[in-house]
Antibody, heavy 119, light 107 residues
């Protein structure tokens, strides 16, 4: 069955860095666009970034542009989010999700990994 | 960016009630609108995609309609397991913005 498992979250100081991973199984990873979506504690969902099937196209929310980098390794069935210059407002649960195409809906989501930015 | 506005922000309903949630886009998004259900401590779950197509496995009491800028999610007969927060999302243009959510509570 389709599974997405995020990892790499934790406590980091403001200005620090963290790399999130999302490991996929149960489907052909290279056939899908992949996204990161986050949710601050008690708040709504915020789309963060996505990457095309061949990594030739990426897009970012303005709130993370220039600080976060999305990437993928199809040989490892893995999606990544490199987060630099972290701020308190980046504190959130980070979910990865898959889509069949660039305008596509996210039909499967991981369970999320919590990132806390605090001194 | 395309702004998505849901109404109401919260809603109290009884089991068996018909419930309707509205999502408005700041510009036309054709039918590239999805609805998600989220329960506390869980990841969002896809209910409806492309405005009106029911995701496999989702009960038929859920339905979606609309195109352009105005969309609705309806639950024909609210069940106890439907009490959750609902989000719309547009995938017409990046950033793929979400509505602020509608929390459906038991009356």
């Amino acid at each position: 069955q389709v599974q997405l498992v995020e990892s790499g979250g934790g406590l980091v100081k403001p200005g620090g860095s963290l790399r999130l991973s999302c490991t996929a199984s149960g489907f052909t990873f290279s056939d899908y666009y992949m996204s990161w979506i986050r949710q601050a504690p008690g708040k709504g969902l915020e789309w963060v970034s996505y990457i095309s099937r061949t990594s030739d196209y990426t897009s970012y929310a303005d709130s993370v542009k220039g600080r976060f980098t999305i990437s993928r390794d199809d040989a490892k069935n893995s999606l990544y989010l490199q987060m630099n210059s972290l701020r308190a407002e980046d504190t959130a649960i980070y979910y990865c999700a898959r889509s069949e195409y660039s305008e596509g809906y996210s039909d499967y989501w991981g369970q999320g990994t919590l990132v806390t930015v605090s001194s | 960016d395309i702004q998505m506005t849901q109404s109401p922000s919260s809603l109290s309903a009884s089991v068996g009630d018909r419930v309707t949630i509205t999502c408005r886009a700041s510009r036309s998004i054709n039918s590239l609108l999805s609805w998600y259900q989220q329960k506390p401590g869980k990841a969002p779950k896809l209910l409806i995609y492309e405005a009106s197509t029911l995701q496999s496995g989702v009960p038929s009491r859920f339905s979606g309609s609309g195109s352009g800028t105005e969309f609705t999610l309806s639950i024909s007969s609210q069940q106890p397991e439907d009490f959750a927060t609902y989000y719309c999302q547009q995938t017409y243009r990046t950033p793929h913005t979400f509505g602020q959510g509608t929390k459906l509570e038991i009356k």
